[in-house]
């Protein structure tokens, strides 16, 4: 065989390589059992707004930190993997569930997680210089790093977490549906999950919880049926043993929240998307760095709370 043929990555190609699911490791009941048993370890407070953050954070400063988190995923040159956005946000509500943060250093500890979490999930992690990039000079690459380790002292260096879509595959795999259904409701189920993340009160939900309801959101919003006309929430029930009021309310809640944003989004439509009225959430040095990449992107500062 010609030596070309075994590089691993060929010029020109920018697509992400990862295994298939394995189909043994899914369908291990052993598997489910000890996810369902140690999701409870990476759990944010609840309260933590008003008990740690003292309530000078509220829940919109919250749902702007997350929808940068989204934008610079957006931008991502390296194609951000799914599970960046939850990873990434469930590190920040921890941190911010043990230490009071500034709200002038908010940005920076976001940065911080959302640049862990891309070591963690992805091959191509996030770069340091593109984070200070699109946070518009907010922070210099020094304060990252050094934050960076302080996330990683107040969580005691544990970083191996739960999120939803860790359920989802599992989920999917018993699901009596055909291949061409479980790739819509995947999609739609995934959509869902990231959805989650940018409401506060979905934090109370333990990851299999979240995961259970937008699979039955996801069926239920394409109509679809499972085979002999199965509810989708006692199916999903029997698979977890999740109680079936909480799947339900959480369906619930989701239905809500994608009513609500898909309300925000015609309501915005009209608008001219600039960015005026915009202001950083933390400062760092007010010079930036000279070797910032050379590139069209645009950078993304927090709104004025």
């Given at each position: 065989?010609?030596?070309?043929?075994?590089?691993?990555?060929?010029?020109?190609?920018?697509?992400?390589?990862?295994?298939?699911?394995?189909?043994?490791?899914?369908?291990?009941?052993?598997?489910?059992?000890?996810?369902?048993?140690?999701?409870?370890?990476?759990?944010?407070?609840?309260?933590?707004?008003?008990?740690?953050?003292?309530?000078?954070?509220?829940?919109?400063?919250?749902?702007?930190?997350?929808d940068w988190?989204?934008?610079?995923?957006?931008?991502?040159?390296?194609?951000?993997?799914?599970?960046?956005?939850?990873?990434?946000?469930?590190?920040?509500?921890?941190?911010?569930?043990?230490?009071?943060?500034?709200?002038?250093?908010?940005?920076?500890?976001?940065?911080?997680?959302?640049?862990?979490?891309?070591?963690?999930?992805?091959?191509?992690?996030?770069?340091?210089?593109?984070?200070?990039?699109?946070?518009?000079?907010?922070?210099?690459?020094?304060?990252?790093?050094?934050?960076?380790?302080?996330?990683?002292?107040?969580?005691?260096?544990?970083?191996?977490?739960?999120?939803?879509?860790?359920?989802?595959?599992?989920?999917?795999?018993?699901?009596?549906?055909?291949?061409?259904?479980?790739?819509?409701?995947?999609?739609?189920?995934?959509?869902?999950?990231?959805?989650?993340?940018?409401?506060?009160?979905?934090?109370?939900?333990?990851?299999?919880?979240?995961?259970?309801?937008?699979?039955?959101?996801?069926?239920?919003?394409?109509?679809?049926?499972?085979?002999?006309?199965?509810?989708?929430?006692?199916?999903?029930?029997?698979?977890?043993?999740?109680?079936?009021?909480?799947?339900?309310?959480?369906?619930?809640?989701i239905e809500?929240?994608?009513?609500?944003?898909?309300?925000?989004?015609?309501?915005?439509?009209?608008?001219?998307?600039?960015?005026?009225?915009?202001?950083?959430?933390?400062?760092?040095?007010?010079?930036?760095?000279n070797n910032?990449?050379?590139?069209?992107?645009?950078?993304?500062?927090?709104?004025?709370?």
């Open positions: 065989m010609d030596g070309a043929a075994l590089l691993c990555c060929a010029e020109g190609t920018a697509q992400r390589r990862r295994t298939r699911p394995d189909r043994a490791f899914a369908s291990d009941p052993r598997v489910l059992e000890n996810l369902l048993r140690s999701e409870e370890n990476v759990l944010p407070n609840p309260n933590y707004l008003e008990i740690v953050q003292r309530g000078e954070m509220n829940e919109d400063t919250r749902r702007l930190l997350v988190m989204m934008q610079v995923q957006i931008c991502d040159e390296c194609k951000s993997e799914d599970i960046l956005l939850p990873l990434s946000v469930n590190l920040l509500d921890r941190v911010l569930s043990q230490q009071y943060i500034e709200r002038k250093y908010l940005q920076l500890t976001a940065a911080a997680c959302l640049f862990l979490a891309s070591k963690l999930a992805q091959t191509c992690p996030l770069s340091i210089e593109r984070l200070c990039y699109q946070s518009d000079g907010a922070f210099t690459p020094q304060q990252l790093t050094k934050m960076e380790l302080i996330v990683l002292e107040r969580l005691k260096w544990d970083v191996g977490i739960i999120t939803p879509l860790d359920f989802l595959d599992l989920i999917f795999h018993r699901l009596p549906v055909t291949a061409d259904q479980l790739l819509v409701i995947r999609k739609h189920a995934t959509t869902l999950v990231t959805l989650t993340c940018f409401e506060y009160r979905f934090i109370m939900h333990p990851p299999s919880t979240i995961a259970a309801a937008a699979v039955c959101a996801a069926v239920d919003g394409m109509k679809m049926s499972m085979m002999d006309r199965l509810d989708p929430v006692d199916v999903i029930h029997e698979l977890t043993h999740i109680d079936k009021d909480f799947i339900v309310a959480c369906r619930n809640q809500e929240a994608l009513r609500r944003q898909l309300s925000s989004i015609g309501s915005s439509s009209g608008g001219s998307g600039s960015g005026s009225g915009t202001s950083r959430i933390s400062r760092g040095d007010e010079n930036k760095e910032l990449p050379d590139t069209d992107t645009p950078t993304y500062a927090l709104q004025t709370f």
